[in-house]
């Protein structure tokens, strides 16, 4: 049965993603960009502290990486019980990966943190699924994130779904790891951090 939840509902979603419970099939991440030196590259999962990732670009060389590593399997949790406001910029759920362990895997989910002393957010898979970042596939296999609140004017206006893919491949700093990986910029704008290369996201199922 679907909830009747209104098609204004994607930020309910994101407090609700603990309801995204189907599990798509294994897929890589794969990086298209203008910039040849990012272009191609695969995303991997990078040690982030305890039991946390970050989307590493598999081929990167920097101080926490040095060597590349294997590309990682992916998966996309949703539900047919969540309405998706526009089929072609896809239907909402988290993006999620099994962290293996010594023991039993522990699924985890994306979840942006923000630093509000700058403009990037860096995904980052932690465990669980509480406080996941709702996003999307669009009908060409690219992740974007939606919202349907137009902040460009004043005041803002609600009611035009759209997907924003916003993502970008820069060096990061977390808590000491430095990797060259998967950042989203909130707003419009280039990131603060210079050197960074412009790239879309792409799903290439296993
Ligand atoms: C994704 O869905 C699978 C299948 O229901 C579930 O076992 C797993 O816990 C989910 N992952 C997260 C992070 O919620
Ligand atoms: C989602 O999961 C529910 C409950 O397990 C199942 O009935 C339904 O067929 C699944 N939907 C898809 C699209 O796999
Ligand atoms: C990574 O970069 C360092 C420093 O520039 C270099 O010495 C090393 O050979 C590089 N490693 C690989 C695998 O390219
Ligand atoms: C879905 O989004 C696309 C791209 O923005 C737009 O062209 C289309 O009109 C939207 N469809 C609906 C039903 O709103
Ligand atoms: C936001 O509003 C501006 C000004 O009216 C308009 O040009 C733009 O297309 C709107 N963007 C969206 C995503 O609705
Ligand atoms: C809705 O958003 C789309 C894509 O950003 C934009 O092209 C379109 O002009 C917007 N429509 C309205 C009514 O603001």
Redo the contacts with the bound molecule.
Sequence with gaps: MKLALPALSLALAASVAAQFYNESAAFQLVLISDDPSVNGDTLSACHSGAAIEALCLSNSNTTSKPDPIPAASFHFNFSDSVVT?????GQPGILTYWLQTSTTPIPSAVELYSDPTTNTAIPLFYPGADRATTMAFDENDMLNIQGYINYSTSPPTAGN???YYRWWACRIYYIGYTYEALVWVEGPGEPETPRCAKVGVKRVFI
């Design positions: 406001p526009n089929e072609t910029l779904t759209t997907a």
